[in-house]
């Protein structure tokens, strides 16, 4: 019998049998994984933490006819302040949703995984504006995942005036004023909005979430990183529509 060694975070735990969970692993070997945990639900499995929602684990996981079932998991962070609080979940489950569609199965995507594992201990552990730590999650992704946007200069002329900048959805980056007229759908964005556009997709992983933005910048991220997400991924994610009821 093959077995699978590896770290990985659930994102989809589902109940199945009489105590038994089938768990999607986003895993640093294989990518995504489904696997079965048997007797999970049990209060006294040995299983029974490491394979909740957004639990990072080490697994080991045996191969079987067709699918792996969890032989043992060692909790590495268990996201716990994450999943006690309707708000920060509700966040989380946005960046789920995503990742849950752009990751395959037997493709690795550490540099992936490594980006969500980093918002979700912003998310846990600071007190980052949540909407910001999504805002970054979401560019940083689509840039990773080979939709990076040209956001260093202008993509006509190369000017790196960043005061004039428009964000162009049909050119994927930047128009300055001069250049506009090539788009004319393109959105007008502010200095701000133009150097974190271009800190988010260029700084290192380790620096990305450290910068702070105002609320005006970050609703210029929110309108550009939408509609990029939208038109890239062609789906519309609305987890985060759910915030709002909470705050009324
Ligand atoms: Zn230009």
Redo the contacts with the bound molecule.
Sequence with gaps: MSYLKTSGIVIKEVNTGEADRIITVFSKNKGKISALAKGARRPKSHLVAGTQLLCYSEFVLFKGKDMYSVNSCDVIESFYDIRNDLERLTYAAHMIDIVNDVILENQPASRLLQLFLNSLYMLSKTDKLPLQIVRIFEIRLLSTIGYAPWVSS?T??G?TLFDSMHFSFLKCGF??T??VEKDKGALRISEGAAKALNYIVHSKMNNLFSFEVSENVLEELGKVSQRYMKDRLEKNYNKLDFIKTLSV
Excluded: A, Q, R
């Design positions: 202008c006509e002329c000017s128009l300055c001069k250049c």
